[in-house]
């Protein structure tokens, strides 16, 4: 990239009316303020220089030019910021596209999703129609998703994929094919898309009384990593930002529903375990974070597990807790859009809802089981900073376990002042090995 022309861009863009584009801005004083996009902002704190062409965010620190806020705002790499700047005002910068190497299997995938789409409106999908329908997903939300039909044949989209000069062995690889056959065969598909809205796998679920697996997913295969994906990032990120938080859920079918019922901050981990890469994706769009598993065993134990890993990543985390061992997908069905979207106004604290569920490993009729549940909750108690929810919590624990309020506050500042000293330690140990 020819640096003189990029500073040719640079002199020829005003940063003010660049984020303009994409966050209101207020003039104070000579510089320009609005709400940052990059962490969890109630009150303007990112600062807009027209004088220096930078911008800058008191708060969580984000800063740069004007292309690293499109970098950042877009998620997207440098040469295309530059390219979109470039572009918006009429200059051509004589940038070539970036070739992908797996552009050919994007260009598979996007013929597939299409003769999926196409299969469910012919003849053949009525029976996949009519099941949708009673799933109560209706024409929107099957265009807004592309839900499609594979047909109940063994080699329709290998033979179509064939024909339009597409080896049997780049189909096996991306498996779309197995071996000659197509991997998925009479299934409602569901496709699958990375963070830039291209296809890269699918999901096919069973619609009649077929004895297989209820759903088929992609392989791992050179554009579909699970743990480097979540399903729905691409349309929800906007709505992320607006609302300023972001709901994760286990699988699509919870996040397409929720789509029906207008909660469209939703992503999910397409299963239980989050990943690291998934938990930076999320952590990228808001650092307000409701937790909506399912309530069976394993969702309990899913929402701890990601809860832990959100709450060191120091974002606001909440759960919104399911009953009678009910996914998001069916809870809405049972109990109904204002139910819903109450247990989301009543999210739970992630470090309340994790107190809760310590009492399920003890028996508080034993002396012993007693005594450990306490020191537990104490331990979680220490961890939250806000001093009215301390005094809450403690109050709970004493009125729970009948013991005396200022014997457990006694304990906590022990805790406390333990704590302190491991840090102080901690520190010095540091500041010895730098000497």
Same mark, same amino acid.
């Given at each position: 990239?020819?640096?003189d022309?990029?500073?040719?861009?640079?002199?020829k863009l005003?940063?003010?009316?660049?984020i303009?584009?994409y966050?209101?801005?207020?003039?104070?004083?000579?510089?320009y303020f609005?709400?940052?996009?990059?962490?969890?902002?109630?009150?303007?704190?990112?600062?807009?220089?027209?004088?220096?062409?930078? *911008?800058?965010?008191?708060v969580?620190g984000?800063?740069?030019?004007?292309?690293n806020?499109?970098?950042?705002?877009?998620?997207?790499s440098?040469?295309?910021?530059?390219r979109?700047?470039?572009?918006s005002?009429?200059?051509?910068?004589g940038?070539?596209?970036? =070739?992908?190497?797996n &552009?050919k299997?994007?260009?598979?995938?996007d013929?597939a999703n299409k003769?999926? &789409?196409?299969n469910?409106?012919?003849?053949e999908g009525?029976?996949?129609?009519? *099941?949708?329908?009673?799933?109560?997903?209706?024409?929107?939300?099957?265009?807004?998703?592309?839900?499609g039909?594979?047909?109940n044949?063994?080699d329709?989209?290998t033979?179509?994929?064939?024909?339009?000069g597409?080896?049997?062995?780049?189909?096996?690889?991306?498996?779309?094919?197995?071996?000659?056959?197509?991997?998925?065969i009479?299934?409602?598909?569901?496709?699958?898309?990375?963070k830039?809205?291209?296809?890269?796998?699918?999901?096919?679920?069973?619609?009649?009384?077929?004895?297989?697996n209820k *759903?088929q997913n992609?392989k791992?295969?050179?554009?579909?990593?699970?743990r480097?994906n979540?399903?729905?990032?691409?349309r929800?990120?906007?709505?992320?930002?607006?609302?300023?938080? =972001?709901?994760?859920?286990?699988g699509?079918?919870?996040?397409?529903?929720?789509y029906?019922i207008?909660?469209?901050?939703?992503v999910?981990?397409m299963?239980?375990?989050?990943?690291?890469?998934q938990?930076?994706?999320?952590?990228?769009l808001?650092?307000?974070?409701?937790?909506?598993?399912?309530?069976?065993?394993?969702?309990?134990?899913?929402?701890?597990?990601?809860?832990? =890993?959100?709450?060191?990543m120091?974002c606001?985390?909440f759960?919104?807790p399911?009953t009678?061992?009910?996914?998001?997908?069916d809870?809405?069905l049972?109990?109904?859009?204002?139910?819903?979207?109450?247990?989301?106004h009543?999210?739970?604290?992630?470090?309340?809802?994790?107190?809760?569920?310590?009492k399920?490993?003890?028996?508080?009729?034993?002396?012993?089981?007693?005594?450990?549940?306490?020191?537990?909750?104490?331990?979680?108690?220490?961890?939250?900073?806000?001093?009215?929810?301390r005094e809450?919590m403690l109050?709970r624990?004493?009125?729970?376990t009948?013991?005396?309020?200022n014997?457990?506050?006694?304990?906590?500042?022990?805790?406390?002042?333990l704590?302190a000293?491991?840090?102080?330690?901690?520190?010095?140990?540091v500041?010895?090995?730098?000497?």
């Open positions: 990239m020819n640096q022309l990029i500073n040719e861009l640079r002199s005003n940063i003010v009316d660049v303009s584009l966050i209101p801005l207020s003039k104070k004083g000579r510089n609005g709400v940052c996009p990059f962490h969890d902002d109630h009150n303007p704190s990112l600062s807009v220089s027209s004088e220096k062409q930078i *911008y800058k965010c008191f969580c984000e800063s740069g030019n004007v292309f806020f499109v970098m950042n705002y877009e998620h997207i440098f040469t295309d910021a530059v979109k700047l470039a572009n005002i009429g200059i051509d910068l940038i070539s596209e970036h =070739v992908d190497k &552009q299997y994007y260009d598979i995938m013929i003769f999926f &789409q196409n469910l409106l012919s003849k009525k029976e996949a129609r009519n *099941y949708l329908e009673k799933r109560q997903l209706n024409k929107e939300i099957i265009e807004e998703f592309g839900i039909l594979s047909l044949q063994h329709a989209l033979n179509l994929l064939i024909s339009k597409h080896s049997l062995s780049e189909l096996n690889l991306i498996d779309l094919s197995n071996t000659n056959h197509d991997t998925y009479n299934r409602i598909i569901f496709p699958l898309q990375n830039d809205g291209k296809v890269i796998g699918f999901s096919g679920r069973i619609y009649d009384n077929s004895n297989l *759903y992609t791992e295969t050179p554009i579909f990593k699970k480097e979540l399903f729905n990032y691409h929800a990120k906007e709505e992320i930002r607006k609302s300023k938080s =972001v709901i994760v859920m286990e699509f079918m919870a996040v397409i529903r929720a029906t207008g909660v469209r901050n939703v999910a981990t299963g239980t375990a989050l990943s690291n890469e938990s930076e994706l999320i952590k990228r808001s650092t307000n974070i409701y937790l909506c598993y399912d309530g069976d065993d394993a969702g309990f134990k899913a929402t701890l597990s990601s809860g832990e =890993v959100f709450a060191k120091n606001n985390v759960v919104i399911l009678n061992k009910l996914d998001p997908d809870y809405i049972e109990y109904g859009e204002e139910k819903f979207k109450n247990l989301i009543d999210a739970i604290p992630f470090s309340e809802y994790k107190i809760k569920s310590l399920k490993n003890f028996n508080l009729d034993n002396i012993d089981d007693k005594t450990n549940y306490v020191n537990s909750v104490l331990l979680e108690i220490k961890n939250i900073n806000d001093e009215i929810k809450i109050k624990l004493a009125s729970d009948n013991i005396w309020y014997t457990l506050e006694k304990k906590l500042l022990e805790i406390d002042e704590k000293k491991k840090v102080k330690k901690e520190e010095l140990k500041k010895n090995n730098r000497r």
